[in-house]
């Protein structure tokens, strides 16, 4: 099972590894292998929350995320955004663009540099909006009850989420104005260029999470429907049509994971600068680092692992509130990279810890009768 699952990633490690050691000693061998466990550790919160998504999905779309997702993810994010960056930020054709990572990698990184506040905008609101959509939602289990009741009952309020994230945007971006302008930095002239990018990013996720969610709720609705029909022996032939439906709603879905995907490659593209600047390397390692999202995503989900520890859910989305958070900050202060990431494991493993501690009482009280006391107390 093991194997089956994290086949693809150990080869693609060995192959990435060795192309490493061809293409610039033992000294790039080192360099992929730091980029390859600082992109697993600062995406592991991804593969806990794709978990959740691709499990909705049957076998033939876990295949397709795993092969023309796996495309995208490590072709497109990894090699050709970085690329993208240069391209927009210094209005280079992406011919040039390539040329200049090759061959003047200082200018390179540093166009990538001065592109950062707009990415970290964009990939911070979208990430915002998923953390604050979740935190209002009332949900059965609750991790942080005493913190997610009160959150559950405000989100009751019409588009709170929206209003609270473009008020977030908003003061990111006056006080990004005023920090560079005070300090006549390079970035004194991109506070309205903040703000747009924002404002992109929170479009996007209301577009590709309102057509996923809509689709997903019309699979349901034909799903139910179809059942009522079987219970009464009245077949009229909708099963066909739920499949095509169910085919729309797995697309949206898909889309869905891979813009995601792109959100949390952010921190880790940008994270890589800080380790080489030579884009080569920077698309093995993060390349390699992706291989084991996917297949990490996949195991959680065949494993049933989000069905065993409920909280794991909760860990990945509260490390996404972080991450965001950390995005907007880093738009006029530097993080650390293995800041970002060791927030986001300590706060999984919190929800494991914490999801093991319930299984051990529920295990204790003999069932499921004192779930709803074990939820109420549970990781606080």
Known sequence: MLLKTFGWSFAVTALGLVAAVFYGGWTAFGIVAILSILEISLSFDNAVVNA??????NAFWQKIFLTIGILIAVFGMRLVFPVVIVAISAQLGPIEAVDLALTDKDRYQELV????????????????MIFLDFIFED?????????????????????????????????????????????????????????????????????????????????EEEEEREHEEEEEAARTGKPKSAVKLAGKAAFFMFLYLEVLDASFS???????????????????????????????????????TLDDYVYLEHGAH????????????????EIHEVI?????????????????????????????????????????
Not at 275 to 281: A, E, F, K, P
Not at 289 to 298: D, E, F, K, N, Q
Not at 318 to 333: C, N, P
């Open 52 to 57: 959740g998504i691709l499990k909705k999905m």
């Open 266 to 304: 952010f921190d880790g593209v940008i994270g890589a600068f800080a380790i080489t600047n030579d884009i080569v390397l920077m698309a093995l390692g993060l390349g390699i680092g992706a291989m084991y999202v996917r297949s990490l995503t996949v195991y959680l989900v065949r494993q049933g």
């Open 340 to 380: 970002t990431g060791l927030v986001g494991v300590a706060l999984i493993a919190w929800s494991f810890w914490s999801s093991v501690r319930r299984n051990k009482r529920l295990a204790a009280a003999g069932g499921d009768g004192d779930e709803a006391k074990a939820e109420v107390s549970s990781g606080v």
């Open 139 to 219: 949900r059965d289990i609750k991790w942080l009850a005493w913190l997610e009741r009160p959150l559950a009952k405000l989100g009751k309020v019409d588009m709170l989420s929206v209003c609270i994230a473009l008020i977030v945007l908003l003061v990111s971006a006056i006080t990004f104005g005023a920090h560079a302008h005070q300090h006549g930095g390079a970035h004194a002239d991109k506070a309205e260029t903040v703000l747009l990018a924002g404002i992109a990013g929170l479009i996007t996720y209301m577009i590709v999470g309102g057509l996923s969610g809509y689709f997903e709720d019309k699979l």
């Open 113 to 128: 540099t001065d592109a950062h506040p707009s990415i970290a905008a964009f990939g911070g609101m979208f990430l915002l």
């Open 318 to 333: 509260y490390a996404i509130g972080a991450l965001s958070i950390i995005l907007l900050v880093t738009i006029q202060y």
